[in-house]
């Protein structure tokens, strides 16, 4: 499990890698931290990191991250050394990037709307006023299912997804090989062949 802040640096390292180092500051990269738990819980079923996150005014905080970057306000970052990228494995390291691909060209504002659309963020807040202060925690369940979402949009949004599925559901329409129904009787051996 790595460190929050460790994957807090790896997206301010990346927005320096990538020409947008003006735009990471401590809101979008609390929600970066958010995107990737989602992700990270879809993906192995276990979080990314110990910390919680909660249900901020202006979206979803990991707080720890938070009060480590609180100085900064909403300013440019300071770019960490980039020896953090080496010390996050490889498959966390993939989550992440995906997450930087999908989500971080957006400014902090659209994020921070972004997760107000979201049953997660809205849902840890139901009954308090848009404008409460809160710290209630957004269940790790309630990212996972997020993060489920999230990868089949970024699935949809690769720009082959719509060719492959043309093509799969042509040739799954257009098979030469003759129609074949079930019997009764049989449903329990056809769920089975489709399982395995």
Known sequence: MLDCLDVAKYFIVRSYESGREDTITNMKVQKLLYYAQSLHLALFD?????REIQAW???PVCPAAYAFYSGFE???????????????PHPQKEVLDEVW?????????YLSGLTHLEFPWKKARKGLHPNAS??????????????????EEIEEAHPSYHQIISHLLNKAFTAETESKYVKQGEVSDWLNSLLT
């Open 46 to 50: 276990e979080p990314l990191f110990d």
């Open 57 to 59: 005014r202006y979206g």
């Open 74 to 88: 909403a300013n440019q970052l300071p770019i960490p050394s980039s020896e953090i990228l080496e010390n996050i």
């Open 101 to 109: 691909q999908y989500f971080g060209e957006y400014h902090a504002y």
């Open 134 to 151: 809160s710290n209630e925690n957004i269940s790790q369940q309630d990212m996972r299912l997020l993060g489920l979402q999230k990868l």
